[in-house]
T-cell receptor
Framework: GAVVSQHPSRVICKSGTSVKIECRSL??????MFWYRQFPKKSLMLMAT?????????EQGVEKDKFLINHASLTLSTLTVTSAHPEDSSFYIC??????????FGPGTRLTVT | KQEVTQIPAALSVPEGENLVLNCSFT??????LQWFRQDPGKGLTSLLL?????REQTSGRLNASLDKSSGRSTLYIAASQPGDSATYLC?????????????FGTGTLLAVQP
C-alpha cells in the first residue's frame, strides 16, 4: 500500500508554454501533498504544501503565480508550471501524506524547457 | 530554521567495505528522521525511519542511529556491494503542527567499486 504516482515521468516543452504535472495517491487518501524540486546533483527543496480543498502554502522564494498548485481531491494534486523558461528545467517530485507524520514519494517528473 | 547537512558529499569505496554516512541537523525538535536512497533520475526509496524516541533502526545490512540531543544521525552500511551505489539522503520532520514538512540534507553520493 501507500503508492504515489506522477504523470508524466518526462516532459519536454518549449519556452513560454505551460506544463501540468499530476500527483496521485493510488491506494490511500492524502489530505496533504508536498511538491519538491531537485536541481542536478542537489538535494530536494520543498516548494509548497497543499491541503485538499484549500490554497497551497508556498515556501519562501517560490513564486505562487509561476507554480500553480491545485489539490482538488484527496487523491490528486497538480502542479502547473506557467510560462515555462529554461531555468524551470528540473526534477519535480511530489509526496503524499497518509497520516500526519507519514509521507510517500512519487517517482518524479523530469521537465526540460527548450 | 532547520538545516540538515550530510558528510561526506561523495564517497568511493571498494566492494565489501563497511561504511558510515553522517547527517547533522541544527534544530533538535524533530519528530522523526528518515534515510532515503535515490538512484540517478529516479524518485526516493525510504530505507529507514527513526522516531525521535528511538536510538536506532536496522534493516538487513543497514543500521541507522539517532542522537537527537546532539543533532546527529549515522547510516551504517555493512559489507557494501556495487548495487549500493546511489545518492543517500537524510531528512528530518519537525515536531509541530498538523502539517509536518520534511527538510532534506545535502546528500552523499556513494560509489561502490567492484
Amino acid at each position: 500500500g501507500a503508492v504515489v504516482s506522477q504523470h508524466p515521468s518526462r516532459v519536454i516543452c518549449k519556452s513560454g508554454t505551460s506544463v501540468k504535472i499530476e500527483c496521485r495517491s493510488l491506494d490511500f487518501q492524502a489530505t496533504t501533498m508536498f511538491w519538491y524540486r531537485q536541481f542536478p546533483k542537489k538535494s530536494l527543496m520543498l516548494m509548497a504544501t497543499s491541503n485538499e480543498g484549500s490554497k497551497a502554502t508556498y515556501e519562501q522564494g517560490v513564486e505562487k503565480d509561476k507554480f500553480l498548485i491545485n489539490h482538488a481531491s484527496l487523491t490528486l494534486s497538480t502542479l502547473t508550471v506557467t510560462s515555462a523558461h529554461p531555468e524551470d528545467s528540473s526534477f519535480y517530485i511530489c509526496s503524499a501524506g497518509r497520516a500526519t507524520y507519514e509521507q510517500y514519494f512519487g517517482p518524479g517528473t523530469r521537465l526540460t524547457v527548450t | 530554521k532547520q538545516e540538515v547537512t550530510q558528510i561526506p558529499a561523495a564517497l568511493s569505496v571498494p566492494e565489501g567495505e563497511n561504511l558510515v554516512l553522517n547527517c547533522s541537523f541544527t534544530d533538535s525538535a524533530i519528530y522523526n528522521l528518515q534515510w532515503f536512497r535515490q538512484d540517478p533520475g529516479k524518485g526516493l526509496t525510504s530505507l529507514l525511519l527513526i522516531q525521535s524516541s528511538q536510538r536506532e533502526q536496522t534493516s538487513g545490512r543497514l543500521n541507522a542511529s539517532l542522537d537527537k540531543s546532539s543533532g546527529r544521525s549515522t547510516l551504517y552500511i555493512a559489507a557494501s556491494q556495487p548495487g549500493d551505489s546511489a545518492t543517500y539522503l537524510c531528512a528530518v520532520m519537525g515536531d509541530g503542527g498538523a502539517t509536518n514538512k520534511l527538510i532534506f540534507g545535502t546528500g552523499t553520493l556513494l560509489a561502490v567499486q567492484p
